[in-house]
């Protein structure tokens, strides 16, 4: 098993800046790709963006590419969003995933086996 906790929300200004966490722990030893997604109430569950494990490769959704960016510190076992430039339209519960899998299918979440909890951001106008 593997559990994921996120950490680093909060309450912030439109056009500030927020970094999320999201520290593993378990049997982490064949995850492949980890995600970040996003929930507001009444709204569907969306794809923010993945890193790939093997080769360091990240995607974005369009909505954030540009703003989000997401690292990886091996040593910590944590995988970071780095949010700049927030919009009020980026309000949500952030949630992290893995997946032993690589490919076509990580933007959907059905990629994913191991969810974290979330953690709120809310950016206000």
């Known amino acids: 098993q593997v559990q994921l906790v996120e950490s680093g929300g909060g309450l912030v200004q439109a056009g500030g800046s927020l970094r999320l966490s999201c520290a593993a722990s378990?049997?982490?030893?064949?995850?492949?790709?980890t995600a970040w997604f996003r929930q507001a109430p009444g709204k569907e569950r969306e794809f923010v963006g993945a890193?790939?494990?093997?080769?360091?490769?990240?995607s974005y959704a369009d909505s954030v590419k540009g703003r989000f960016t997401i690292s990886r510190d091996n040593a910590k076992n944590t995988v970071y969003l780095q949010m700049n430039s927030l919009k009020p339209d980026d309000t949500a519960v952030y949630y992290c995933?893995?997946?032993?899998?690589?490919?076509?299918?990580?933007?959907?979440?059905?990629?994913?086996?191991?969810w974290g909890q979330g953690t709120q951001v809310t950016v206000s106008s």
């Open positions: 995933a893995t997946s032993t899998r690589t490919g076509r299918g990580y933007r959907d979440s059905s990629f994913y086996t191991y």
């Open positions: 378990g049997r982490t030893f064949s995850t492949a790709t």
């Open positions: 890193i790939v494990w093997s080769g360091d490769v990240t």
